[in-house]
């Protein structure tokens, strides 16, 4: 173990074998916290002689899961690939190849992949099954149209993307269905809790759960159960989480409920790197971290082993203007650095050009990978011009967050098909699995069926098999819902003797899926190629007899996020959102967009705290570079459908001016005014808006007010949803 910590820097060191009581890390972009995490978990379990069992390290991603596992399997001299800890109902299961502990990995996983597992083996305490299936973005989505028209609420004035999202935030707040229509303040709220009732309860009749469940329910859990709360406690006496600053209330509560006995808690974060509240995280976790345990050491992680002593600066330029942040200075020893290039373009399609032409020629110069380069932007918006000059100019590239491979119709078709044999609850995946290929169910008669099983309570497969005239279905309907009942009957059966992968085989053929892709056309072949690229995702979990592969392979598809399918081995440029940046590293970033409006977005400007966010975010994108940065911005933009003139962003004029090099000569930084209308008296209304009041805005149409704080209130526009508006400048009127 001496060797190991030998490799370490003292701060790093210090990190490692600081094991009693809570510990907050902050750890600096780029110094080594993924290092530190894995030696200290060796270190636990070589020196102390901890039971892998006994520890469980959380991350935010599969990605951080994925590699903190491959290194501490490196570290512990594991020959084979070592296996990881599993929870069954009796406790630890170590496998049957296990030999000692030392081939045995702690529990490492994302929040919600942790809280899947603890889930499978608790949930019926909470009426539950424990095969629920989990429901993505897109599931989701239709369950809540369902509702929606079911309460028949007009989805044009409450649009179900924003209910999801009240939803989702209530969740991560641990608000349940009943405090939340307890709570329910006006009109606006009132109907939120109706749709969040009924929403919650389809969910339960399914036996589903949304991504948001996962964390709510399994607190539910320990605080419902005590003696469930004890048995995970008495199983974890050392506690580790990754990326503290990105945590929301439920995970907050969630650490503090499983560490309380031991007090072992060590967090790992960079405060500076908070740039995720609009998802419901709170950088006060990771502030307030001595708050709540006044017995905390705290270690600060400060020198840099990515960029260049110049990119840090220019970063910490920027990140210096906020106030509420927790103070240090990464340093490196590799001082100076090329400078900071900037561009000022005439307007997006020369931002574009310019950036795949700098491309082109830094791979020409310095014989670099198309790979070591990322383009950065503030909104998904942006993305299109860039991909339309990089189709012009024949570069390859990956578009990190756009359509993903699990989203794709024939995989999620194939997956629901996957999902029912294992929940024959699950009335979202019925619908899509009965209609691939298409077998005369629509709608109406598809209602008819999930009365019928209510009625006769039955789950969905069961009711299929045993449906008959009761169900006012014509004969030639019962007849194929029968015949699908039994084809998914036989599947559940295959599934307990077959391989996963023969099992998707099977699926993939006798439903006769294969045959309905295979239109004859090319595009057919093309998604047939997608579909057989699941059996490669399967084959890890081949060693798994009966459903408990499928259920870890749908476990991975539900879980999988943007991040995971970075390859950075391809040979292709990647573009990504700026917040899809953070954890990863490249050599040459470049950031486009750097204007008022855009990036600070134009919603932080009248918020000092969204305003350190965007500060935060800009720091993040900084820091991802290791060589080469480029800094890029466009004198006038056609975006959303209109053109902007914007001012260029203030970070630029927070990076010190000797960091700057100037790729063309800047012409005078253009000031943005508003929009002048003759016909308007909006600039200088003093009109005094209240809660209730409906408005109409001259660009979002009419409007209900459901919030007002001093002179900013919140609208929900039928056409846009909420927005945060000025009263004294915004173009509203009483209506």
């Not at 002689?49 to 290194?71: D, G, H, Y």
């Not at 590799?334 to 491309?359: H, M, P, S």
């Not at 004859?520 to 007899?545: D, F, I, P, Q, S």
């Not at 929900?716 to 945060?724: E, I, M, N, R, W």
């Amino acid at each position: 173990m001496s060797e190991l910590l030998n490799q370490l820097n003292p701060s790093q060191k210090e990190a490692v074998t600081t094991i009693q009581g809570p510990v907050l890390i902050i750890a600096g972009a780029g110094s080594g916290k993924t290092r530190a995490l894995a030696y200290r978990v060796v270190y636990l379990i070589k020196e102390k002689n901890i039971q892998p069992t006994n520890i469980l390290a959380v991350t935010f991603t599969n990605k951080s899961a994925q590699e903190m596992k491959e290194r501490i399997a490196s570290l512990l001299d594991n020959s084979t690939s070592a296996s990881e800890v599993r929870l069954d109902e009796f406790g630890i299961d170590y496998g049957e190849n296990t030999q000692n502990s030392f081939q045995t990995l702690p529990l490492i996983g994302t929040f919600h992949s942790i809280c899947v597992k603890i889930l499978r083996q608790e949930v019926k305490k909470l009426g539950y099954q424990s095969s629920f299936n989990i429901f993505d973005d897109q599931d989701q989505l239709v369950l809540i149209k369902r509702v929606i028209k079911e309460l028949q609420i007009n989805p044009e004035q409450f649009k179900p993307k924003t209910m999801l999202g009240a939803i989702s935030k209530a969740k991560n707040e641990l608000t349940n269905t009943e405090t939340f229509t307890s709570q329910a303040n006006g009109y606006w709220e009132e109907m939120i809790a109706k749709i969040y009732l009924l929403y919650q309860k389809n969910l339960q009749k399914q036996n589903a759960l949304d991504f948001d469940d996962l964390l709510m329910l399994t607190v539910k859990l320990f605080q419902t159960f005590p003696e469930v709360l004890k048995k995970y406690q008495n199983l974890f006496h050392y506690i580790m989480v990754d990326e503290y600053q990105d945590t929301n209330y439920a995970q907050y509560l969630l650490i503090k409920l499983l560490g309380a006995q031991h007090q072992n808690i060590c967090v790992v974060g960079d405060d500076w790197q908070g740039i995720y509240s609009w998802r419901g995280a709170n950088i006060q976790n990771i502030l307030d971290f001595e708050k709540d345990y006044p017995q905390a050491k705290i270690i600060k992680l400060e020198q840099n082993y990515r960029s260049t002593q110049n990119i840090l600066d220019a970063a910490y330029g920027v990140i210096s203007k906020n106030v509420n942040r927790k103070d240090k200075k990464i340093w490196t020893d590799n001082k100076g650095g090329e400078l900071i290039d900037v561009f000022e373009a005439r307007d997006e399609k020369e931002e574009a050009n310019f950036i795949v032409k700098e491309i082109l020629s830094l791979k020409k110069q310095k014989k670099v990978s198309l790979a070591d380069f990322v383009i950065l932007y503030r909104t998904n918006a942006q993305s299109r011009i860039i991909e339309e000059a990089m189709l012009k100019y024949s570069l390859p590239y990956r578009i990190i967050g756009g359509v993903k491979f699990y989203q794709r119709k024939e995989i999620k078709d194939i997956l629901a098909y996957l999902r029912l044999v294992q929940n024959p609850q699950d009335e979202i995946s019925l619908e899509r699995a009965i209609n691939c290929p298409k077998r005369g169910i629509g709608k109406i008669s598809f209602q008819k069926w999930l009365i019928f099983a209510q009625e006769k309570k039955l789950n969905l497969i069961q009711s299929g098999l045993k449906i008959n005239t009761d169900s006012q279905l014509h004969t030639k309907k019962i007849a194929t819902i029968k015949k699908f009942a039994e084809f998914i009957n036989s599947a559940q059966e295959k599934i307990v003797q077959a391989t996963l992968v023969n099992f998707i085989e099977f699926i993939i053929t006798k439903s006769g899926f294969e045959k309905y892709l295979l239109d004859g056309a090319e595009e057919g072949e093309m998604r047939l190629e997608n579909v057989r690229e699941l059996l490669t995702v399967a084959r890890k979990y081949n060693e798994y007899t009966g459903p408990q592969g499928l259920t870890l392979l749908l476990e991975e598809v539900a879980l999988i996020s943007d991040v995971d399918n970075v390859d950075q081995a391809s040979e292709a440029v990647h573009m990504m959102t700026l917040h899809s940046a953070k954890g990863l590293e490249f050599k040459n970033i470049f950031i486009a967009g750097l204007e008022e409006g855009i990036l600070p977005h134009s919603r932080s400007m009248l918020s000092p705290t969204e305003m350190e966010e965007e500060r935060r975010l800009m720091y993040v994108g900084i820091t991802r570079a290791k060589e080469k940065v480029y800094l890029v911005f466009a004198k006038e933009r056609n975006i959303f459908g209109s053109t902007q003139i914007n001012a260029s962003s203030r970070f630029l004029e927070d990076i010190p001016k000797k960091l700057l090099s100037f790729c063309n000569p800047p012409t005078k930084k253009p000031v943005f005014y508003p929009a002048s209308n003759k016909n308007n008296s909006y600039s200088t209304q003093t009109i005094n808006f209240k809660d209730g009041d409906r408005v109409h805005h001259q660009d979002f149409g009419d409007g209900l007010i459901v919030a007002s704080q001093g002179d900013i209130i919140t609208v929900a526009f039928s056409q846009v949803g909420l927005k945060k508006l000025s009263a004294s400048i915004a173009p509203l009127k009483k209506i």
